[in-house]
């Protein structure tokens, strides 16, 4: 029959005119009576409809057979099967991209006219339509049209249960929901438009979810399991308008988290019957997804709990709903029955339990802090962690109460047999652990002021959790409990730590203990290492180490990186835990999963750390042994020929192989040298890959960086040392045709070649400086050109200033595809001030800082040749404007040119401007205002309108304002003569040379800068 309809298809696009017509019945006839004819009909559109379309494919459907088509789809929304309803809809969204409204002006009339007089049917049919065609890009005025005429409709359709399903109901939520997240989008150019059109829009719809939503919940399902999907599009569309549209919902949210709250209450017995209980004759639930594809996802109350908990989430802390939840120093009722309410939603369901025994990596996945995939319980830590934020001690109170409360129900449940006793116990515990940052917080500011703990977690380490460390008929709290202690065990004891710790390790050494308490004793020993003193872990890490080594070739995924996170934790508390002798063990089952995973980017990324970790161990036998065993595997895996299934293995074990250096200072074993760089340089001489062109790029810098001494003093088969072979590497690198990606860290190369083998670079440093002008002539990526101004940036900083600018100048190179040559030097400044506010890195940072302000204080006249981008020209366009995307796209900014000294000294200015404690560099202009979309929110930024000369004396006092970053702890950069210099005191320096004795007429350039420029040298003259 599919054949048939192939066939059919085909006549339609005949040139005879009797085919063709006779196709077209022929089709119509197939259509209605078969499914697949409908499916067959879209691949159909979508590959002869228009040109527009990706796939189209000539010839193309003529206009004639459109119209028929166009008929018989929308015919076939109202079909009384449901499948050919939704393929028909999946064609009429199509079409409707393409062909409304100019060719189908009347398509969302019709449309509107199905919703308010067809059958449920049709409505159906016209919902699944506009659900596709309303998540297509619509122009603004497709847009408008939506709002006006489509929008009351499908309101109509929400509001009248009793003639439409909850399943069209629901899509009706989610259409208006897509219309507000377009809304969000032409905000930016047409905020006055969104506003008027979002009141009157908003305030309709709120009234109509309100009127569901104070709706017995728990009746509601009972008639209808479905109806919960109503409920989850209403908390979704609510957390959209208050992260998008938050003065829109602000005033209602009192009212609405009085509702989130009655509903969850109201559907907690039937959460309890179906996702709770274990009892044997327990229901199982109803419905999850109708695989209709109405919505996407499961359905269920597992859901709903998720889209109340996600809204509910920000919306608590918003300062107009604080007194419902918080007078005087306590918490409210509506918090406590809040918290008390996720406490009851995030007690283990069955579908854990049952698929945590069945996957250790799915238990994993939702019990690490880490790796916490989406749930309930995920949901409720955020929700209780937020309201922490606000009101510590408050929660802390109730959290307390509810701690004793669920401790003595569970006991009371125990002892009449309950068979799910425990969840509630768990439940409690594994909040607080969620939310154990900010409880360890809190009580360490209790200790630190003198005050009583806000929660006694004594009593629970003295009565509560010791009697279920041995619970083996319920795992999962035998399991909670050990993890709880490790979280809390910064506040036991000595002996009663070593004890928990004691009885984890056995756990973990016991053979017929549960996969899930095993892996929580792994957990445990893992926190063990972050909360306790070294000292008490100390006696038991190497049996540690032995039994979690042992694990390791039966793990994989999300267990196996918590084995190998915990290797590193053990083997970073006791640094005499490995010797020369044991070592070779431990990185031989290193290499060997690393075999085995060296695909997953999360395995290769936690052995590098241990790797890293290990090399800074104080016994030299373990550096040694690590050597040993690693350089000529990895050499191996490097050089070896790869195939589709193992493409990626030489930059991983490049990568393995940088670990080996990258946290150690010099000099380095000859065998690292014979070994893996001899194979990273023949590699790279080769390779097209971009991910092991980039890795061997950083490991050649690493180690000139690291013992350059090696590199000079090795010889390959032809007598060339590493420098030489270096060199080679880079005429392949800096070559026109080469990829500006694969060399995004060529430049940090040149610039530590020159750092460390400068002496060796005389003869051919002037070529090396050509090929790299003649590359950042062509360069096009912002991160290309920054790393071909390294090298120049770092020369200008040292010694060597004058004779670069010499060379600079005694060639051109072709710039604009050859069309005329610049001079060398023109086109670096240029290249430098177009990009070196936004350098990263801190040593790249204070090399481009140490060379410009160098610059700026050198009196020579080929600088103040150089003409580079300077201010923005404010014109009518601009001037007093919100300078949208859209417009700055129309209308290109245009910036003025001035000489290089005078940049430079706006670019000083600018580094002395730089905010404490931020990692960037930071502009602002006084004359156009920039809009960023966020004008609702209502938590600005407190340092938005921050003072010149407060930020100039708090910029000093945090070393010009840049924290450490990787680079600062390296002791090889450390020990460069320009890391001696105080940065931030040298820039002040230079500005006040520069004024005092006029350096290049600074004080003409005064009359050039920004009325900020000027506060700035006036804050820097005077401070």
């Given at each position: 029959?599919?054949?048939?309809?192939?066939?059919?298809l085909?006549?339609?696009?005949?040139?005879?005119?009797?085919i063709?017509?006779?196709?077209?019945?022929?089709?119509?006839?197939?259509?209605?009576?078969?499914?697949?004819?409908?499916?067959l009909?879209?691949?159909?559109?979508?590959?002869?409809?228009?040109?527009?379309?990706?796939?189209?494919?000539?010839?193309?459907?003529?206009?004639?057979?459109?119209?028929?088509?166009?008929?018989?789809v929308f015919?076939?929304?109202?079909?009384?099967?449901?499948?050919?309803?939704?393929?028909?809809?999946?064609?009429?969204?199509?079409i409707?991209?393409?062909?409304?409204?100019?060719?189908c002006?009347?398509?969302?009339?019709?449309?509107?006219?199905?919703?308010?007089?067809?059958?449920?049917d049709?409505?159906?049919?016209?919902?699944?339509?506009?659900?596709?065609?309303?998540?297509?890009?619509?122009?603004?005025?497709?847009?408008?049209?939506?709002?006006?005429?489509?929008?009351?409709?499908?309101?109509?359709?929400?509001?009248?249960?009793?003639?439409?399903?909850?399943?069209t109901?629901?899509s009706?939520?989610?259409?208006?929901?897509?219309?507000?997240?377009?809304?969000?989008?032409?905000?930016?150019?047409?905020?006055?438009?969104?506003?008027?059109?979002?009141?009157?829009?908003?305030e309709?719809?709120?009234?109509?979810?309100?009127?569901?939503?104070?709706?017995?919940?728990?009746?509601?399902?009972s008639?209808?399991?479905?109806?919960?999907?109503?409920?989850i599009e209403?908390?979704?569309?609510?957390?959209?308008?208050l992260?998008?549209?938050?003065?829109?919902?602000?005033?209602?949210?009192?009212?609405?988290?009085?509702?989130?709250?009655?509903?969850?209450?109201?559907?907690?017995?039937?959460?309890t019957?179906f996702?709770?209980?274990?009892?044997?004759?327990?229901?199982?639930?109803p419905?999850?997804?109708?695989?209709t594809?109405?919505?996407?996802?499961?359905?269920?109350?597992?859901?709903?709990?998720?889209?109340?908990?996600?809204?509910?989430?920000?919306?608590?802390?918003?300062?107009?709903?604080?007194?419902?939840?918080?007078?005087?120093?306590?918490?409210t009722?509506?918090?406590?029955?809040?918290?008390?309410l996720?406490?009851s939603?995030?007690?283990?369901?069955?579908?854990?339990?049952?698929?945590?025994?069945?996957?250790?990596?799915?238990?994993?996945?939702?019990e690490d802090?880490?790796?916490?995939?989406?749930?309930?319980?995920?949901?409720?830590?955020?929700?209780i962690?937020?309201?922490?934020?606000?009101?510590?001690?408050?929660?802390?109170?109730?959290?307390?109460?509810?701690?004793?409360?669920?401790?003595?129900?569970s006991?009371?449940?125990?002892?009449?047999?309950?068979?799910?006793?425990?969840?509630?116990?768990?439940?409690?515990?594994?909040?607080?652990?969620?939310?154990?940052?900010?409880?360890?917080?809190?009580?360490?500011?209790?200790?630190?002021r003198?005050?009583?703990?806000?929660?006694?977690v004594?009593?629970?380490?003295?009565?509560?959790?010791?009697?279920?460390?041995?619970?083996?008929?319920?795992?999962?709290?035998?399991?909670?409990?050990?993890?709880?202690?490790?979280?809390f065990?910064?506040?036991?004891g000595?002996?009663?730590?070593?004890?928990?710790?004691?009885?984890?390790?056995?756990?973990?050494?016991?053979?017929?203990?549960?996969?899930?308490?095993?892996?929580?004793?792994v957990?445990?020993?893992?926190n063990?290492c972050?909360?306790?003193?070294?000292?008490?872990?100390?006696?038991?890490?190497?049996?540690?180490?032995?039994?979690?080594?042992?694990?390791?070739?039966?793990?994989?995924?999300?267990?196996?990186?918590?084995?190998?996170?915990?290797v590193?934790a053990?083997?970073?508390?006791?640094?005499?835990?490995?010797?020369?002798?044991?070592?070779?063990?431990?990185?031989?089952?290193?290499?060997e999963?690393?075999l085995?995973?060296?695909?997953?980017?999360?395995?290769?990324?936690?052995?590098?750390?241990?790797?890293?970790?290990?090399?800074?161990?104080p016994?030299?036998?373990?550096?040694?042994?690590?050597?040993?065993?690693?350089?000529?595997?990895?050499?191996?895996?490097?050089?070896?020929?790869?195939?589709?299934?193992?493409?990626?293995?030489?930059?991983?074990?490049?990568?393995?192989?940088?670990?080996?250096?990258?946290?150690?200072?010099?000099?380095?074993?000859?065998?690292?040298?014979?070994?893996?760089?001899?194979?990273?340089?023949?590699?790279?001489?080769?390779t097209?890959?971009?991910d092991?062109?980039?890795?061997?790029?950083?490991?050649?810098?690493?180690?000139?960086?690291?013992?350059?001494?090696?590199?000079?003093?090795?010889?390959?088969?032809?007598?060339?040392?590493?420098?030489?072979?270096?060199?080679?590497?880079?005429?392949?690198?800096?070559?026109?045709t080469?990829?500006?990606?694969?060399?995004?860290?060529?430049?940090?190369?040149?610039?530590?070649?020159?750092?460390?083998a400068?002496?060796?670079?005389?003869?051919?440093?002037?070529?090396l400086?050509?090929?790299?002008?003649?590359?950042?002539?062509?360069?096009?990526?912002?991160?290309?050109?920054?790393?071909?101004?390294?090298?120049?940036a770092?020369?200008?900083?040292?010694?060597?200033?004058?004779?670069?600018?010499?060379?600079?100048?005694q060639?051109?190179?072709?710039?604009?595809?050859?069309t005329?040559?610049?001079r060398?030097?023109?086109?670096v400044?240029?290249?430098?001030?177009?990009?070196?506010?936004?350098?990263?890195?801190?040593?790249?940072?204070?090399?481009?800082?140490?060379?410009?302000s160098k610059?700026?204080?050198?009196?020579?006249?080929?600088?103040?040749?150089?003409?580079?981008?300077?201010?923005?020209?404010?014109?009518?366009?601009?001037?007093?404007?919100?300078?949208?995307?859209?417009?700055?796209?129309?209308?290109?900014?245009?910036?003025?040119?001035?000489?290089?000294?005078?940049?430079?000294?706006?670019?000083?200015?600018?580094?002395?401007?730089?905010?404490?404690?931020?990692?960037?560099?930071?502009?602002?202009?006084?004359?156009?205002?920039?809009?960023?979309?966020d004008?609702e929110?209502?938590?600005?930024?407190?340092?938005?309108d921050?003072?010149?000369?407060?930020?100039?004396?708090?910029?000093?006092?945090?070393?010009?304002?840049?924290?450490?970053?990787?680079?600062?702890?390296?002791?090889?950069?450390?020990?460069?003569?320009?890391?001696?210099?105080?940065?931030?005191?040298?820039l002040?320096?230079?500005?006040?040379?520069?004024?005092?004795?006029?350096?290049n007429?600074?004080?003409?350039?005064?009359?050039?800068?920004?009325?900020?420029?000027?506060?700035?040298?006036?804050?820097?003259?005077?401070?």
């Open positions: 029959m599919e054949q048939q309809v192939l066939l059919c085909d006549a339609t696009l005949s040139q005879d005119h009797n063709r017509t006779n196709a077209e019945q022929r089709l119509k006839q197939l259509f209605l009576s078969l499914y697949s004819a409908s499916v009909l879209h691949h159909y559109v979508e590959n002869h409809w228009t040109p527009a379309s990706l796939s189209f494919e000539h010839p193309i459907t003529p206009i004639e057979v459109k119209s028929e088509i166009r008929s018989l015919d076939g929304l109202s079909d009384p099967e449901r499948k050919i309803r939704s393929a028909s809809a999946l064609t009429q969204a199509t409707a991209r393409y062909d409304w409204p100019d060719d002006p009347d398509l969302l009339s019709k449309l509107v006219n199905l919703l308010t007089v067809g059958s449920p049709s409505v159906h049919g016209a919902m699944r339509v506009i659900t596709d065609f309303v998540n297509n890009d619509l122009s603004e005025d497709q847009l408008a049209t939506v709002v006006s005429e489509l929008l009351p409709a499908v309101l109509s359709i929400l509001v009248n249960p009793q003639a439409h399903s909850p399943s109901r629901a009706t939520i989610s259409v208006f929901r897509q219309v507000v997240r377009m809304l969000e989008t032409v905000r930016e150019e047409h905020p006055q438009a969104v506003k008027n059109a979002l009141g009157p829009l908003s309709v719809w709120f009234v109509a979810f309100k009127q569901i939503l104070v709706q017995d919940a728990k009746a509601e399902v008639q209808n399991w479905k109806s919960i999907k109503i409920r209403i908390f979704r569309t609510f957390s959209l308008f992260s998008s549209f938050p003065k829109v919902i602000i005033p209602q949210l009192q009212d609405l988290i009085s509702l989130s709250l009655s509903t969850l209450q109201s559907l907690l017995p039937v959460f019957t996702y709770l209980s274990t009892s044997d004759d327990a229901p199982k639930t419905y999850q997804d109708d695989n594809g109405d919505l996407e996802g499961n359905v269920g109350l597992a859901e709903l709990a998720c889209g109340i908990f996600d809204f509910l989430t920000p919306a608590i802390r918003k300062k107009e709903v604080e007194d419902s939840l918080f007078q005087g120093k306590k918490g009722e509506v918090l406590e029955k809040l918290i008390v996720v406490q939603y995030t007690q283990v369901t069955r579908e854990n339990a049952e698929e945590w025994m069945e996957d250790p990596n799915a238990f994993v996945i939702d802090e880490n790796t916490q995939e989406y749930s309930v319980r995920t949901c409720g830590y955020d929700l962690g937020s309201a922490m934020d606000k009101w510590a001690k408050p929660v802390m109170s109730i959290l307390q109460s509810l701690t004793l409360q669920k401790v003595q129900e006991a009371s449940l125990r002892q009449s047999g309950d068979c799910d006793w425990w969840k509630t116990l768990e439940s409690i515990l594994a909040i607080l652990g969620g939310v154990g940052d900010d409880i360890r917080n809190a009580l360490d500011e209790d200790k630190e003198g005050r009583p703990a806000s929660l006694d004594s009593y629970l380490f003295d009565q509560v959790v010791p009697g279920l460390l041995g619970q083996s008929d319920v795992p999962f709290l035998q399991g909670r409990a050990f993890v709880f202690a490790s979280e065990s910064s506040y036991l000595e002996e009663l730590a070593s004890q928990y710790l004691s009885a984890a390790v056995a756990v973990l050494e016991a053979g017929n203990v549960s996969v899930p308490v095993k892996i929580s004793a957990k445990t020993i893992k063990f972050r909360h306790v003193n070294s000292s008490i872990l100390q006696p038991f890490t190497v049996k540690i180490l032995s039994l979690v080594l042992a694990l390791l070739p039966q793990a994989e995924r999300e267990t196996l990186y918590l084995l190998l996170e915990t590193r053990v083997t970073s508390v006791d640094d005499s835990i490995l010797n020369r002798s044991n070592t070779d063990k431990l990185v031989e089952r290193m290499w999963v690393w085995r995973c060296n695909y997953d980017p999360v395995v290769t990324a936690i052995i590098e750390e241990n790797i890293e970790s290990l090399t800074l161990f016994d030299p036998g373990v550096l040694t042994a690590i050597i040993h065993t690693l350089c000529p595997k990895l050499a191996a895996a490097i050089s070896t020929p790869v195939t589709d299934e193992t493409v990626h293995i030489p930059g991983e074990a490049i990568q393995l192989a940088n670990s080996l250096i990258r946290m150690r200072n010099g000099p380095l074993e000859c065998q690292l040298v014979t070994t893996i760089t001899r194979a990273v340089m023949e590699i790279l001489k080769t097209d890959d971009m092991v062109i980039q890795y061997g790029m950083i490991h050649l810098t690493l180690f000139v960086r690291k013992d350059c001494d090696k590199l000079i003093q090795w010889r390959d088969a032809h007598e060339n040392n590493g420098i030489a072979i270096i060199f080679d590497l880079l005429g392949r690198f800096l070559a026109p080469f990829s500006e990606s694969g060399g995004i860290f060529v430049g940090e190369l040149i610039m530590h070649l020159l750092r460390k400068g002496n060796t670079m005389g003869s051919i440093l002037p070529d400086l050509r090929a790299v002008v003649g590359r950042l002539a062509t360069a096009q990526t912002t991160s290309f050109i920054q790393t071909l101004i390294l090298p120049f770092y020369l200008f900083s040292t010694e060597h200033t004058l004779p670069t600018i010499d060379l600079l100048c060639f051109s190179v072709p710039v604009s595809e050859g005329y040559e610049k060398a030097l023109d086109v400044l240029e290249a430098w001030c177009d990009t070196c506010d936004t350098i990263t890195g801190s040593w790249n940072i204070r090399i481009s800082d140490m060379g410009m610059l700026f204080e050198l009196s020579d006249s080929r600088l103040k040749e150089v003409l580079v981008k300077g201010d923005m020209i404010i014109d009518e366009k601009n001037r007093n404007t919100i300078m949208t995307r859209s417009k700055t796209k129309l209308h290109p900014n245009q910036y003025s040119l001035i000489p290089f000294p005078l940049k430079a000294l706006k670019l000083v200015l600018k580094d002395v401007q730089t905010e404490p404690n931020c990692g960037k560099k930071t502009t602002s202009d006084l004359n156009i205002q920039y809009d960023d979309g004008e929110w209502d938590d600005d930024d407190p340092l938005g921050g003072d010149e000369f407060q930020l100039l004396s708090s910029w000093l006092d945090n070393n010009g304002g840049r924290e450490n970053d990787a680079q600062d702890d390296d002791e090889d950069l450390k020990s460069d003569p320009l890391a001696q210099v105080d940065l931030a005191q040298h002040v320096d230079v500005l006040r040379r520069g004024y005092t004795s006029n350096i007429g600074m004080h003409e350039m005064i009359e050039s800068l920004t009325s900020e420029e000027k506060g700035i040298l006036r804050g820097v003259l005077t401070l």
